[in-house]
Nanobody, 115 residues
Framework: QVQLVESGGGLVQPGGSVRLSCAAS????????MTWYRQAPGKQRESVAG???????GYADSVKGRFTISRDNAKNTVYLQMNDLRPDDTAVYYC?????????WGKGTLVTVSS
């Protein structure tokens, strides 16, 4: 059974930092590209950052220079380090695992940026 479990969300003040984790099980993690998405209230889900099996990374323009995606294949985990957080970063953050013909989603973790 495949599971992706996000953690690390919570309430953070503007300008603060948080690190999200997504732990995978039931897949050969190193074969999968991993992507973080987010969905803010009333908005469509959007891609935030992605990392390939060979550690190539990409970011949405809105988070470049503030967010960093990384992976630890030994721990079957992908991370999203989020710095200089803004109120409009408030969203449920999801991770997705993708290979050539299949994808899996986690259930998300809520990040609220507010003073």
């Amino acid at each position: 059974q495949v599971q992706l479990v996000e953690s690390g969300g919570g309430l953070v003040q503007p300008g603060g930092s948080v690190r999200l984790s997504c732990a995978a099980s039931g897949i050969i993690f190193s074969d999968y590209a991993m992507t973080w998405y987010r969905q803010a209230p009333g908005k469509q889900r959007e891609s935030v950052a992605g990392i390939s099996p060979i550690n190539s990374t990409g970011y949405a323009d809105s988070v470049k220079g503030r967010f960093t995606i990384s992976r630890d294949n030994a721990k079957n985990t992908v991370y999203l380090q989020m710095n200089d957080l803004r109120p409009d970063d408030t969203a449920v953050y999801y991770c997705k695992a993708t290979t050539s013909d299949i994808e899996y989603w986690g259930k998300g973790t809520l990040v609220t940026v507010s003073s």
